[in-house]
């Protein structure tokens, strides 16, 4: 049971990134994907998060609303985070994690998380 990140990369302030969350081991459509990023020297933070397929309920932390945008493929099995307009500030390891539970509301803690990746970094500078 595996979770993987990627996409990460450069990017120039006010430019975009999509990242991906795969899963192996395990079917991601039954499970809701949190997004997440740690910048270096501060606490992991929520960024965004999706529900379970069945209601595909896509939610933002306040700060991110209108730039990052998370959705879900569930033909190519995969859930992105669409990051617009990145800032220097987004500069950040960035992990996606799997949640069994939440079926209409996804969860910005942590703590209802079972699975998680191992990260993929993203740099905003110019």
């Known amino acids: 049971v595996q979770l993987q990140a990627s996409g990460g990369g450069l990017v120039h302030p006010g430019g975009s990134l999509r990242l991906s969350c795969t899963a192996s081991?395990?079917?991601?459509?039954?499970?809701?994907v949190g997004w997440f990023r740690q910048a270096p020297g501060k606490e992991r933070e929520a960024v965004s998060c999706i529900s379970q397929s069945v209601s595909n309920n896509a939610r933002s932390v306040d700060s991110m609303k209108g730039r990052f945008t998370v959705f879900r493929d569930s033909a190519k099995k995969v859930v992105y985070l669409q990051m617009n307009n990145l800032r220097p500030e987004d500069t950040a390891l960035y992990f996606c994690a799997a949640d069994a539970t939440r079926d209409i509301k996804c969860a910005f803690r942590e703590m209802d998380y079972d699975v998680w990746g191992q990260g993929t970094e993203v740099t905003v500078s110019s």
């Open positions: 081991g395990f079917t991601l459509d039954y499970y809701a």
